[in-house]
Nanobody, 126 residues
């Protein structure tokens, strides 16, 4: 059974940084995409950044471009990191790590990811 474990959330001041990490265990060999999504209270879950691990191609939401960077951990299988810089109050949300396998490429659509982590809270105060 696939297990997704994310970590790294917390409370910071605007302008500060946080790094989220996520590891997917027991994924089958082959095509894998992983990413981070976020959901604020009363809002829908939206994509933050995703990566197709096989070629490290990545996508970002417009709201985080230039501030966030997603990377693949080459030392640890099926592990990604999301470096979040210059955080803003509007980045406050529950952040969820997700993974999918068996499909080439990545996607911004939450419903296309089949495995989800438990969520980690990011709170940015002004």
């Amino acid at each position: 059974q696939v297990l997704i474990v994310g970590s790294g959330g917390g409370t910071v001041q605007a302008g500060e940084s946080l790094t989220l990490s996520c590891t997917a265990s027991r994924l089958p060999f082959g095509e894998v995409a992983m990413g981070w999504f976020r959901q604020a209270p009363g809002k829908e879950r939206t994509q933050v950044s995703c990566m197709y691990l096989n070629d490290a191609s990545k996508i970002y939401a417009d709201s985080v471009k230039g501030r966030f960077n997603i990377s693949r951990d080459n030392a640890k299988k099926h592990t990604i990191h999301l470096q979040m810089n210059n955080l803003k109050p509007e980045d406050t949300a529950m952040y969820y790590c997700a993974a999918r396998y068996g499909v080439i490429g990545t996607s911004t659509t939450p419903s296309l990811y089949t495995h989800w982590g438990q969520g980690t809270q990011v709170t940015v105060s002004s």
